[in-house]
């Protein structure tokens, strides 16, 4: 697994859903704001403690996500 540095998951935060820094922003909001098309300025002046690294850090983290695959155990 790559290291993410911003990328924490904690079961007592957001349910154990992947958050910026420990924050109450999920990756997934960061990627949806981003896929509604709205800008890296947009979104920092919105939730004015993220940074840009964050947003970044948080795109990676789902390219990452989507690289994984689940493989089915067979039953022994």
Do not use: N
Not at 1 to 26: A, E, S, W
Not at 56 to 71: G, I, N, P
């Amino acid at each position: 697994m790559p290291q993410f540095k911003r990328i924490t998951v904690d079961p007592d935060v957001m349910g154990g859903k992947p958050c910026i820094r420990g924050l109450r922003v999920t990756v997934a909001t960061v990627i949806g704001l981003m896929a509604q098309g709205h800008s890296t300025e947009r979104i920092l002046k919105a939730y004015p403690y993220l940074e840009a690294d964050d947003l970044k850090e948080a795109l990676a983290f789902a390219a990452w996500r989507m690289l994984e695959s689940e493989v089915p155990l067979s039953a022994a």
